[in-house]
């Protein structure tokens, strides 16, 4: 069975320093990771993903992600916050499932970026 | 949200009845899905379908059903057997053929159903 942990319910940063928002999973074979994003009463829309190649993976304004094998590892990074930023964050894990390729969400994490 | 629709944004509904949520996608997506959100516990897979006239049950189907007649259109109907409907319905699509198989979703902007 896949998972996906998000360990943290709400991160708060200030405006203009660097965030982090955390995502561990657990899956047999190879991971496609992705991360969404949640404004408040709307849907998902997708920021960036991992499939193979260089670790650090570039996303939609402005965030990356670092996939770190060892520690089975997918945290959403930005190097300067914005009040913007603030929303529900969700991270997310794919493997083949014979013909359905199942996506496993996390809980989320509620970004609160302060001003 | 572009390019898939749903409709209405807000539901309400008495005990007993049955409601259908309506989503509309104009990708040319094949597959497509309906997710349930409630708070502290992320989404839940109710049903998905990958091509018209077929669909599949997801984690928590039960109380649920659905249909695929048009690819554009995947209608779910939240049944008087859901014994906790109240909750924020989302409706994706992906296309493995132009996503090369990584099948990022695209979403709806979502329904939020309110029974009593």
């Known amino acids: 069975a896949q998972s996906v942990a998000q360990p943290e319910d709400q991160v708060n940063v200030a405006e203009g320093n660097p965030l982090t928002v955390k995502c561990t999973y657990s899956v047999s074979g190879n991971p496609y990771l992705f991360w969404y994003v949640q404004y408040p009463n709307r849907g998902l829309q997708f920021l960036l993903k991992?499939?193979?190649?260089?670790?650090l993976v570039k996303g939609s304004y402005g965030f990356e992600a670092e996939f770190n094998k060892s520690q089975t590892s997918f945290h959403l990074k930005k190097p300067s916050a914005l009040v913007s930023d603030s929303a529900l964050y969700f991270c997310?894990?794919?493997?083949?499932?014979?013909?359905?390729?199942?996506?496993?969400f996390g809980t989320g994490t509620k970004l609160q970026v302060i001003p | 949200d572009g390019g898939i629709t749903q409709s209405p944004k807000y539901l309400f509904r008495k005990e007993g009845q049955n409601v259908t949520l309506s989503c509309e996608q104009n990708?040319?997506?094949?597959?497509m899905y309906w997710y349930r959100q409630d708070p502290g516990q992320g989404l839940r897979l109710i049903y998905y379908s990958q091509i018209v006239n077929d669909f599949q049950k997801g984690d928590i189907a039960e109380g649920y059903s659905v249909s695929r007649e048009k690819k554009e259109s995947f209608p779910l109907t939240v049944t008087s057997a859901q014994k906790n409907p109240t909750a924020f319905y989302l409706c994706?699509?992906?296309?493995?053929?132009?996503?090369?198989?990584?099948?990022?979703?695209?979403f709806g902007p979502g329904t939020r159903l309110t029974v009593t």
């Open positions: 991992y499939i193979t190649g260089d670790n």
């Open positions: 990708l040319n997506h094949d597959a």
């Open positions: 997310a894990v794919r493997v083949n499932s014979g013909g359905y390729q199942k996506v496993t």
């Open positions: 994706a699509s992906s296309n493995p053929k132009t996503s090369g198989s990584t099948g990022e979703q695209y």
